[in-house]
């Protein structure tokens, strides 16, 4: 067992927590499993999100005073964001392609579907300046007239699911706001209270200034500071070492408290939900599976000759069980960091500029995850969304995805902004919501091998 590679020990540790929550379930002590195993998980994700946002600071400031000129910066970020926004683009449109040809909304109940569109027509009539998205008027055909009832209490079933108005209105607050929000979030006005609240996008401005202004300074003013930065740096850097060696555990801990919690005491239940939504929760992985095992092999491969298909997972499987498990891509980042840099021998200066900034705004599985959710919504709903609004489609998961906290269920939670932007009914989002955790966790997995594969490549570029 001591001789097994980590990333085994932690898939080992994955396995034997779904079977303890799946026996949990079935002999009923899912209770046992969320009082007494599932806090561990939580303590993980606690410590690697400590480690996190302090990990960033220095290795980007570290990173920056060890380029040897930082007029390679502005490069190396235009290269590095033009990239994100390739394989980001990429994504959705892959999602678009699966979910128009495999159509997982159509295969569902035809009356289900009547009485969806109608509660939709209901909901377009009721909320102004949001108009019909095609010509067919189902209220008023009298052939449909049976489902009107239906179609009231549906509305009402969807509007009314606890806790997501709240968020509903958040969201709507923000997009009121200027379109040059994002900079604004983006420049912090009490740098303590962004490391203490983990705004990492702030974390990473104040930390190129500090590394630029650094460099600007005659060295003898700075070199304690410098070495300061480096010795924090490697302390942060061991952290994550030694916490890895408890992963398998951990990640045992937070794969039984997570699948106990949605099966609860009643493995039916999951059996149902996944009746309802399979197909689509299926297009969903299948569009994920290609983008990890063939979009960003080839894409890598292209640009690098030399890494070998088996050599490229191995060194960043631990990177991808974790995110699996974590369902968050930035507490997942401090153990990216090292996979990248240990195994993958990406340089330090450039996994620590390219993968913080990765881990907040590039999300490829996110943004697939969207696309087809937003269209499968559409086709449950009858509605046939035309060329010109999956065009929008395309460039609003893009902005969702940039703007989605790299935290459990963010995706979902920034899916309002892109069903609203077609014309939508954002309340849709409790429809998906049961199977979210599950999709959630694959689609963090693609959101933290983009990140890996993107700073090998920008690597390569530089
Ligand atoms: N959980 C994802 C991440 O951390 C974001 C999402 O909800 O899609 O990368």
Redesign the pocket.
């Known amino acids: 067992m001591r001789k097994l590679p980590l990333h085994i020990k932690i898939l080992i540790g994955l396995f034997l927590g779904i079977i303890w929550a799946v026996i949990s379930a079935v002999f009923g002590f899912s209770k046992f499993t969320a009082d007494w195993i599932a806090p561990f998980g939580e303590v993980f994700i606690r410590v690697l999100t400590m480690i996190a946002v302090p990990l960033v600071l220095f290795s980007i400031i570290q990173g920056i005073t060890s380029l040897s000129d930082t007029r390679r910066l502005g490069i190396l970020g235009l290269k590095t964001l033009s990239v994100y926004l390739v394989t980001t683009l990429s994504a959705i449109i892959i999602g678009l392609v699966l979910v128009n040809t495999f159509k997982p909304g159509v295969h569902i109940d035809e009356n289900q579907r009547i009485v969806n569109r109608m509660a939709y027509e209901l909901w377009v009539e009721r909320t102004p300046g949001v108009d019909k998205l095609d010509d067919a008027d189902y209220l008023n055909n009298t052939q449909y007239i049976d489902y009107q009832v239906d179609a009231n209490r549906r509305l009402q079933e969807v509007d009314e699911e606890s806790g997501l108005k709240s968020k509903i209105s958040e969201t709507n607050k923000r997009k009121e706001s200027s379109p040059l929000i994002f900079i604004v979030d983006m420049v912090p006005s009490n740098v303590f209270a962004s490391l203490s609240e983990g705004k990492m996008l702030q974390v990473i401005f104040f930390a190129i200034f500090t590394g630029v202004i650094i460099v600007m300074l005659p060295r003898e003013k700075v070199e304690m500071v410098i070495q300061f930065v480096d010795g924090a740096n490697a302390i942060f850097i061991r952290m994550v070492e030694v916490v890895m060696l408890g992963a398998p555990f951990f990640v045992f801990a937070l794969m039984a408290g997570k699948v106990s919690e949605l099966a609860g005491d009643d493995l039916g239940a999951v059996q149902e939900i996944f009746k309802a939504l399979g197909f689509y929760s299926l297009v969903v992985v299948i569009g994920l599976a290609l983008m990890i095992f063939i979009f960003y092999p080839t894409v890598v491969r292209l640009i690098n000759k030399n890494m070998k298909y088996r050599h490229f997972f191995r060194s960043i499987s631990p990177a991808q069980f974790l ?1 699996f498990s974590t ?4 507490a997942t980042l401090p153990v990216t960091m090292e996979c990248v840099t240990d195994n993958l021998k990406v340089k330090p200066e450039i996994a620590s500029f390219v993968l913080p900034i990765g881990a907040t705004v590039n ?1 490829d ?2 943004s697939l ?1 969207q696309s087809v959710a937003v269209v499968f919504l559409a086709q449950f709903h009858l509605i046939d969304l035309s060329l010109s609004q999956q065009m929008i489609i395309v460039i609003t998961a893009t902005l969702a995805s940039i703007g ?9 939670i920034m899916l309002i902004i892109v069903l609203q932007s077609v014309g939508l009914n954002p309340a849709w989002i409790a429809i998906i919501f049961p199977v979210d955790r599950i999709l ?1 966790m694959c ?2 997995v693609v ?2 091998t983009g990140d890996a594969s993107v700073s090998t490549i920008v690597e390569k570029l530089e």
């Open positions: 995110a369902s968050s891509s930035a999300m599985g996110t995850y989605s906290a790299a935290v459990p269920s963010a995706g979902l959630d689609r963090t959101n933290v």
